[in-house]
């Protein structure tokens, strides 16, 4: 097993770029937009345009991660998640495959927030359910603690 090491950064005003339009990817831009990121979604097709990100409704297409900090590949197509990382590698862009954990610099924490508290909790990647009760118990401790 190997464990993450936890490192939060300042992502306000960085450009973060997310292929994919699904449950994931639209999750994934709006906490990235919550944390001060510069979201741009590309995608064919979106679920839901989350307010604050810009949206391009098309493929992917080499050059998209052109400027940015961090990119988020979140699509059903393993090529196309490659191709992401690929171009994030090259680019020298930290990036997050949602279906490849070997493709990623960072993983993706179930974040649990106060108005000034913030823990991420990510897992081994074996048991999601069992990270999703602990993110629960630390919300609730968190909670506890806000004056």
């Not at 990036?95 to 927030?113: M, T």
């Not at 069992?130 to 968190?142: M, N």
């Amino acid at each position: 097993m190997n464990l993450r090491f936890p490192l939060f950064i300042d992502l306000d005003g960085k450009a973060a770029v997310v292929v994919g339009g699904g449950a994931i990817g639209m999750r994934r831009a709006a906490v990235l937009r919550d944390f001060g990121a510069a979201v741009t979604v590309v995608a064919p097709e979106i679920r839901e345009e989350p307010e604050g990100v810009a949206c391009f409704l098309r493929a992917y297409q080499p050059g998209d991660l052109s400027g940015a900090f961090l990119a988020v590949a979140a699509t059903n197509d393993r090529a196309v998640n490659h191709a992401v990382y690929e171009e994030a590698c090259s680019r020298g862009i930290l990036v997050n495959v949602c279906d490849c954990p070997s493709e990623c610099d960072f993983y993706f924490p179930a974040i649990c927030q106060t108005e000034t508290l913030v823990a991420g909790l990510v897992g081994d990647g074996s048991d999601h359910k069992r990270t999703a009760r602990a993110a629960k118990a630390v919300r609730k401790t968190l909670e506890e603690l806000e004056p």
